[in-house]
C-alpha cells in the first residue's frame, strides 16, 4: 500500500509526513489485490444492527452506527488509520476535530499505546472533551472554528507527529468502505436501491462509494446537507445546469449546522464527492434545522438515540419519497452518531 498524488500521481510511503502532494494535491491509497490492512488493535467495533423502521409513508432500514465503541461510525476509519499506523511503528498521532474523529482515534491511540492530540475548536461540548480526556487524548483547545483549528494542527505536526485526519488522510476511507460490505453480506447478498449519507467531510460518502466498487455494484448514494450550509449541494445542481434556485439558502445562518459531522463550508474533497455522488445516479438533498429536529424525534420514538446531524439521513429520505416509495426498493439510513455526546 502507498498514497499516490491525485494529481501528478507521485507516491508516497503511508508514514509520510505530508499532509499532502509538493504540487498541492490530495492523497489516495494505492492497494493491491494482497494487501491487508492490520486488525491488531481492537476496541470493540462491531457489526452493527440494521433495523427496520417506519418513518412517515416510507419504511427504511437504520443502520445503527451509533452503537459503535465511541458513538459512531468513524471507528472503522480509525480502526484502519490506527492499525496501519500501530505496523509501521507511527507513535505519536494528531488531527483537528470537533468531536466523533477526535474520539475514534483517541481511543484506538489509546488501545494502540500511541500518543493522541486533538485540536479542538472553541465551543465544543464538555462531554467531547471529557471524552477525549478519558482516552488519554491531550486536548488543544484553539480560539475560532474549525477551520482555525485544522490550521493550528497543521502548524503543529512538525516531523514528530502524524496527521491522522479523515478529511486528508485515505487510511480512514478505507477503514470506512467495511460498511460497504457489512451492508451487502446483511442485505444476503444484495445492493440496496439507496442510501441516504450526511456529507460532512466526506468519509462516509467515499467510503460506502469505494466500497460498493469493490462489492461490483453501486447504490444510489444520496448526500445530505443543511440548507444553511450546502457546497456539495450548490456543486451538483450547477453540475446539472439547474443552479442558483437555493443560491440563497447560502446566506442563512450556520449556528446549528456548524457541524463537520454534516455539512462543512468546503470539503476537501468535494469533487471526488461529487463524482460519486452522480457515478452512483444518487443526488444531494438539503435539510432544514426543523426537518431534522423532526428526524431526530422521530428516531427517539423508535428507541433510537442519535445526535442531531446523525438524524439528516432520515430527514433526507422522507423527503426524498414525499409520496412513498417503491416497495421493492431497500433504503438505508445510517445512524451515524449517538446522541450520548452532545
Ligand atoms: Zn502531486
Redesign the pocket.
Given at each position: 500500500m502507498y498514497f499516490y498524488?491525485e494529481?501528478?500521481k507521485?507516491q508516497y510511503p503511508l508514514n509520510t509526513h505530508a499532509i499532502r502532494?509538493?504540487?498541492?494535491?490530495l492523497f489516495r491509497l494505492h492497494k493491491d489485490a494482497e494487501d491487508q490492512v492490520p486488525q491488531t488493535v481492537h476496541i470493540g467495533h462491531m457489526v452493527t444492527p440494521l433495523v427496520p423502521m417506519q418513518a412517515g409513508g416510507i419504511d427504511v432500514l437504520l443502520k445503527l452506527e451509533n452503537l459503535q465503541p465511541t458513538g459512531s461510525y468513524k471507528d472503522r476509519g480509525a480502526a484502519a488509520l490506527v492499525n496501519v499506523a500501530a505496523s509501521l511503528g507511527i507513535e505519536r498521532i494528531a488531527l483537528d476535530s470537533a468531536g466523533y474523529a477526535g474520539a475514534s482515534m483517541a481511543a484506538y491511540a489509546a488501545a494502540a499505546g500511541m500518543a493522541c492530540k486533538v485540536f479542538v475548536p472553541a465551543g465544543v461540548p464538555e462531554s467531547v472533551v471529557q471524552q477525549l480526556t478519558m482516552y488519554g487524548a491531550e486536548v488543544v483547545r484553539v480560539a475560532g472554528t474549525r477551520m482555525d483549528a485544522c490550521a493550528e494542527v497543521k502548524r503543529h505536526l512538525g516531523s514528530s507527529w502524524y496527521y491522522a485526519s479523515p478529511a486528508y488522510n485515505p487510511l480512514f476511507t478505507e477503514g470506512v468502505k467495511s460498511l460497504a460490505h457489512e451492508l451487502y453480506e446483511q442485505l444476503g447478498g444484495k445492493v440496496p436501491e439507496y442510501i441516504f449519507v450526511p456529507a460532512g467531510n466526506g468519509g462516509l460518502l467515499m467510503g460506502l462509494y469505494l466500497g460498493f466498487m469493490e462489492v461490483g455494484r453501486l447504490p444510489r448514494l444520496v448526500a445530505v446537507q443543511s440548507d444553511g450550509c450546502a457546497p456539495l449541494y450548490r456543486a451538483f445542481e450547477e453540475a446539472k445546469g439547474i443552479a442558483g434556485n437555493r443560491a440563497a439558502a447560502a446566506e442563512a445562518p450556520a449556528s446549528l449546522f456548524d457541524d463537520p459531522n454534516f455539512s462543512i463550508e468546503r470539503p476537501k474533497r468535494l469533487k471526488e464527492m461529487l463524482f460519486a455522488v452522480e457515478s452512483s445516479g444518487g443526488a444531494v438533498v438539503t435539510v432544514t434545522e426543523e426537518e431534522l429536529r423532526a428526524a431526530q424525534r422521530a428516531l427517539g420514538r423508535r428507541g433510537v438515540y442519535a445526535e442531531l446531524s446523525a438524524a439528516a439521513g432520515l430527514a433526507a429520505a422522507q423527503k426524498f419519497f414525499p409520496h412513498g416509495k417503491p416497495d421493492n426498493y431497500r433504503v438505508i439510513v445510517p445512524v451515524t452518531g449517538s446522541g450520548f455526546k452532545r
Open positions: 498524488c494529481k501528478c507521485k502532494c509538493s504540487c498541492g494535491g
